[in-house]
Structures are given as structure tokens and as C-alpha cells.
């Protein structure tokens, strides 16, 4: 009896200390400002968006990988395609205007809301519904790209522990971002996770550099991880960091903020629209969605990932044309990539609908800039891809996501999309 109460007492002590460091019911996070892909000039940044367009298809191509490597399987008519490169000029182009760019920034802005080790560690994060992993450069990259950034060093941290294997993605070029792998308490914004498995890079193409952040952390399902761990956000919910297994993300030209543990009422109006999730592929991918031009239905009953790493919107190459053959003067602007002109005075009205409400794409979140200085005709922020998810896969990145608030719910394996709030 003495027995138990004394354990009861002691058990309930170590809840209440554990309580104030662990069990943060929600916590919001501001997002740092993505690069643009209009030039300030107003033009296209036909470069920057070919580059982009490069990366989104490598990323696909590795989650593939890993999706059947960790379940053996992929769905039909999905398949692993070769790694697609960048021209080496562009690269340079890019890395030219990037180093200008970074002298240009306030060094406040590279510290973000993430932070690894004890004492911490801090990092500018990209935080990726398109990914599952977590990977920051480390203190042993030489590479130019990683001058610039904020490095993890785990000698410096008392709670770092090295696993075995490396940790390996391909980007455009034929270089490879690769690292070792650690556990380490990961910290974002109060929200605490100990043990948790990521890759400290230490080589990094030096032909692409990424935009202004240090790393990133994959917010979609265990399925697409390479280092087949538990993404962060999963290991928050099993170590009782977080109450509420949803995410919601409100993203702007400014003030953008990713809600952990919930969603933030100040930021959206009425009611969320919910569609399930089917977990085997790993991503947030919903279905039986349609595309409208004004009233016109252009393309229906397509799948759509939701990829916050995305800057645009992406669909395979023949429902990509089907849409612009309903945009009155829509020409073929660029056939490798995949990029499409319309007149800028008559900016389609483009809407998605999947069942119910329809969440309309603004005109300024259509328009990626004029295709020239001078030009009345302009890039629309849909282009093609074709990264291996089959004839009827689109990927919907910031210009869908700055329409509406998504919410992304591991409770109901879900997503659910609300109107902004005015
Ligand atoms: C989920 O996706 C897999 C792979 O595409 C498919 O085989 C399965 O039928 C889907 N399940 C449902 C309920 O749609
Ligand atoms: C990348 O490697 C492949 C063969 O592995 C080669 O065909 C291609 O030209 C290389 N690309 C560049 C940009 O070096
Ligand atoms: C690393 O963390 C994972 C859980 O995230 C755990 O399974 C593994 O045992 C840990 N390894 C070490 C060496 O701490
Ligand atoms: C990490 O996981 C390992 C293996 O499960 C365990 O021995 C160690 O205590 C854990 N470390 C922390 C900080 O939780
Ligand atoms: C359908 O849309 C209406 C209006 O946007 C909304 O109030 C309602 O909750 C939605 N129904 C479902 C099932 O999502
Ligand atoms: C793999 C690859 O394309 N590497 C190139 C990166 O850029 C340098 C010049 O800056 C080239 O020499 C490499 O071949």
C-alpha cells in the first residue's frame, strides 16, 4: 500500500515536471518568404522556374524510391524515371545571382523557427508536405552552396547520437546532397521531439543552390522516408509533444504561418472541406478533383498531391494542354519544361473543385510574369511534369495553396481546405 502511493506520488512528480517541456498543445511557426519566380521587372524567371521544375521532378523520382523500397510497391501506371539534369550554364546563372542575393540578406532572416542539439543549434527550414525526411548541412560540408549556411555539428551537442548508413538525394545536376545520419532532440518552435533521425549533409551540388533556407523537414507520411524513420511531426504526436495530429498552412505573399497541433482560426473562414487520404502512397494525395476555365470543366477526376515545397502547380504533360485548349490565345512556351502563355489582359479564371466548393486560383497567384520585357502575353502558374505518377497525378504547390487554408490531419488521414479569412 505504502508501497504504491509512493509510486503513484513519484510517477505523478515526474508528469508534472515532464508536463511544461513536452506537452505544447500547438504551436505557430512563420514561414520565411519563398523566392520568387517573377523577376522584379515583372518578367518570368523562365531559369529560376526551369530549375525548379528540375528539382520538383527529382524529388518525386527519389520519393518513388523510397515509397518502394519501404513498401515494396508503387501504384499502377507509377514508375521510378531516370534523374533529370540541368543544363550547367543554368546552374551557374543561378549560383551567380544567388551569392548576390545573400549578401543582400539581413542575417536575422537565416535564423529560423528549428533548432537541433543541446544547447541548440538553429536552422532556416523549408517545411515540406512533398517529403518525409529531415536534413540540414553539416559543419563538415566544404561545398560552396553550404558557405552561406547555418551547419549542424554534433560534436557540439551533448544529445547527439550517429546511425549507421548515409542518407543520399539527387538533385538536378549529377551531384548529390549526402550526409550522415544522426538522432538529436529537434526543438520547433516549443515543440519538442527527442531522438529524432535526420541527415547532417556534408556534400551539396554547389550548381544549385536552394533558396533562402538552411534544410528541410518532410511533413508527409512515414511511406516516402528515406531514412525510414519517423518524419518529426509523427514522432511529436507519438511522444506527446503535440495534442492534435493536424497541421494547417496559410500561405501569403507575407506572413505566412504553419500551424502545428491545430489551425489557426484568425486565418480562415467558415467550415473545412475534408477528403481522405489514401496513406499507401505516402503523400497527402487526394482524389476526384476537377479543373475549371470560368464555368468550363477542362479536365476532371484527376488525384492531386498537396506539396507545400512546390512554388507552382504541376500536371502530366497531355491534361496540362487539354486545360490551356480552354484558355482563349494560350500558346506553348516552353516544351522541355513544360511552361504555357496567356494573354495577360485575359487572365483565365481557373478554379479547382473537388466535390463541393470551388477554390478559385487569383489572377496574380495565375501570373508568373511576363514572358519578355514589353510582352502583353504572360507564363500561368500551371506547367507540365511528368515525374513518374502516372497519366492522372497533379501536384498542387503555393500557387493553389496562397487561395485557401489547407489543414493536414494524421486523425482522420485526411485534408481539408477552408476559405481565407478577408
Ligand atoms: C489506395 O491506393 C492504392 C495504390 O494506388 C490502391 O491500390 C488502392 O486501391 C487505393 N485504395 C483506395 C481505398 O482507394
Ligand atoms: C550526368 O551523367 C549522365 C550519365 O550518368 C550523363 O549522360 C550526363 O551527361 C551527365 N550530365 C551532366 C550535366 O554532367
Ligand atoms: C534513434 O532514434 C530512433 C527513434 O527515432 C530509435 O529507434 C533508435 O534506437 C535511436 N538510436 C539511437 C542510437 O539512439
Ligand atoms: C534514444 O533512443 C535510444 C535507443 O532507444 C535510448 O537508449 C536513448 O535513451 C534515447 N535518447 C533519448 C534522449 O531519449
Ligand atoms: C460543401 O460546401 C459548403 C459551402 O462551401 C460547406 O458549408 C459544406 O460544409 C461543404 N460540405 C462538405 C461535405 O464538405
Ligand atoms: C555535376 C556538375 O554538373 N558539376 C558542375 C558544377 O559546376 C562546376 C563549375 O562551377 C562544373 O565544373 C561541374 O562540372
Not at 10 to 23: G, I, K, N
Not at 105 to 117: A, N
Not at 196 to 206: G, P, V
Not at 349 to 359: E, P
Request: proline share 4%; charged share 15%.
Amino acid at each position: 500500500m505504502l508501497y504504491k502511493t509512493s509510486l503513484a506520488s513519484v510517477l505523478l512528480a515526474v508528469l508534472a515536471t515532464a508536463t511544461p517541456l513536452h506537452r505544447q498543445r500547438r504551436s505557430s511557426i512563420p514561414l520565411p518568404e519563398r523566392t520568387s519566380l517573377t523577376k522584379p521587372d515583372g518578367t518570368f524567371d523562365h531559369q529560376r522556374a526551369n530549375a525548379e521544375n528540375i528539382a520538383i521532378f527529382n524529388k518525386y523520382r527519389q520519393n518513388l524510391i523510397n515509397l518502394h523500397r519501404n513498401t515494396g510497391c508503387l501504384p499502377q501506371g507509377w514508375e521510378i524515371k531516370p534523374v533529370a539534369a540541368l543544363p550547367l550554364n543554368v546552374g551557374e546563372n543561378l549560383k551567380r545571382r544567388q551569392v548576390v542575393q545573400l549578401s543582400d540578406e539581413d542575417e536575422t532572416v537565416w535564423s529560423g523557427p528549428l533548432s537541433i542539439g543541446t544547447p541548440a543549434q538553429g536552422f532556416s527550414i523549408n517545411f515540406d508536405t512533398g517529403s518525409s525526411d529531415l536534413w540540414v548541412p553539416s559543419s563538415s560540408c566544404t561545398s560552396s552552396a553550404c558557405q552561406s549556411k547555418s551547419k549542424y555539428d554534433a560534436s557540439q551537442s551533448s544529445t547527439s547520437s550517429e546511425q549507421q548508413g548515409t542518407f543520399t538525394i539527387q538533385y538536378g545536376d549529377n551531384t548529390t546532397v549526402s550526409g550522415s545520419i544522426y538522432n538529436d532532440t529537434v526543438v520547433v518552435a516549443g515543440i519538442t521531439v527527442t531522438n529524432q533521425t535526420f541527415s547532417a549533409a556534408t556534400t551539396w551540388s554547389s550548381n544549385i543552390t536552394s533558396d533562402s533556407f538552411d534544410g528541410i523537414l518532410g511533413l508527409a507520411f512515414p511511406q516516402i522516408s528515406q531514412l525510414n524513420a519517423q518524419p518529426f511531426f509523427n514522432a511529436a504526436l507519438e511522444q506527446n509533444a503535440i495534442g492534435v495530429g493536424e497541421f494547417g498552412f496559410y500561405l501569403a505573399s507575407s506572413d505566412s504561418t504553419l500551424y502545428l497541433g491545430g489551425t489557426d482560426s484568425d486565418k480562415f473562414s467558415g467550415s473545412f472541406e475534408f477528403h481522405d487520404v489514401n496513406v499507401s502512397t505516402g503523400f497527402w494525395q487526394i482524389s476526384g478533383c476537377s479543373i475549371f476555365t470560368g464555368d468550363t470543366e477542362a479536365v476532371s477526376d484527376f488525384e492531386t498531391i498537396i506539396d507545400s515545397g512546390a512554388s507552382i502547380m504541376h500536371g502530366p504533360p497531355s491534361a496540362v494542354e487539354t486545360f490551356y485548349s480552354t484558355v482563349p490565345g494560350s500558346k506553348l512556351f516552353d516544351s522541355e519544361h513544360g511552361f504555357y502563355s496567356f494573354p495577360c489582359n485575359s487572365p483565365p479564371k481557373v478554379s479547382f473543385n473537388w466535390g463541393n466548393a470551388s477554390f478559385a486560383i487569383s489572377d496574380a497567384n495565375f501570373n508568373l510574369g511576363t514572358t519578355g520585357e514589353g510582352s502583353s502575353d504572360c507564363i500561368g502558374a500551371l506547367a507540365t511534369q511528368d515525374a513518374g505518377l502516372g497519366e492522372n497525378t497533379w501536384l498542387l504547390g503555393a500557387s493553389f495553396m496562397k487561395n485557401v487554408y489547407t489543414v493536414f490531419s494524421f486523425d482522420e488521414n485526411a485534408v481539408g481546405f477552408a476559405q481565407l479569412s478577408k
